[in-house]
């Protein structure tokens, strides 16, 4: 079955850097997601994307982060300049976009800011 | 942002009884529910859903129950085995992936 693979698997870094997390989609999915879970805490929806642009972010997703689609395979997000308070797991997760069809997850990178 | 409460975040279960994992929603919108299951080091992998239109769906194992009326819906997992020892995730959305809400997960364990 195709996953949605996401890299690396842990990310460590000093506040301030910039980080960029990678995840390849599932090839026939259209709609892109990123979620983040602060350890502990619940799920949390970033960012939404659709045809090479963003659909729909919730106000987690300041200025400070980006998403991108460079390449028609690999979706990205990037934070700027990380803080203490990014560190948490990114799920990044896809769907083909009919109805209510369940969102596919990939594995999630931990992103350590220290 | 509360609008998907599991108030419960661990059960336990002895293996072969009935599992009842619940979750409570305030978004009178959402009209799509989900549960999911989750492994450490994995993410989150679908697991059943419903429809609002309807008040109950079974597969296998597994089957989720939707009350409207009390914005309740519950998982029960009969018989429970070790293997589906995870944590459970409630979620739901109001008619697309982008409102998807999820709320903070159970964490069930079943004892041999």
């Known amino acids: 079955e195709p996953e949605v693979t996401q890299t690396p698997s842990h990310q460590v870094t000093q506040m301030g850097q910039e980080v960029i997390l990678r995840c390849v989609p599932i090839s026939n999915h259209l709609y892109f997601y990123w979620y983040r879970q602060i350890l502990g805490q619940k799920v949390e929806f970033l960012v939404s994307?659709?045809?090479?642009?963003?659909?729909?972010k919730s106000e987690i997703f300041d200025d400070q982060f980006s998403v991108e689609r460079p390449d028609g395979s690999n979706f990205t997000l990037k934070i700027r300049s990380t803080k203490l308070e990014d560190s948490a797991m990114y799920f990044c997760?896809?769907?083909?976009?009919?109805?209510?069809?369940?969102?596919?997850f990939g594995n999630g990178t931990r992103l350590t800011v220290t | 942002d509360q609008q998907v409460k599991q108030n419960s975040p661990s059960l336990s279960v002895q293996e072969g009884r009935i599992s009842i994992l619940n979750c409570d929603y305030t978004n009178s919108m959402f009209d799509y529910f989900l549960w999911y299951k989750k492994y450490p080091a994995e993410g989150p992998t679908f697991l059943i859903s419903i429809s609002s239109i309807k008040d109950k769906n079974e597969d296998g194992r597994f089957t989720v129950f939707l009350n409207k009326s009390a914005k309740h819906l519950s998982l029960h997992i009969v018989p429970s085995q070790p293997g589906d020892s995870a944590v459970y995730f409630c979620a739901a959305s109001a008619g697309n992936n982008n409102d998807m809400r999820f709320g903070a997960g159970t964490r069930l364990t079943v004892k041999p």
């Open positions: 997760a896809g769907t083909g976009g009919s109805y209510n069809s369940p969102l596919h």
């Open positions: 994307f659709y045809n090479n642009e963003i659909s729909e």
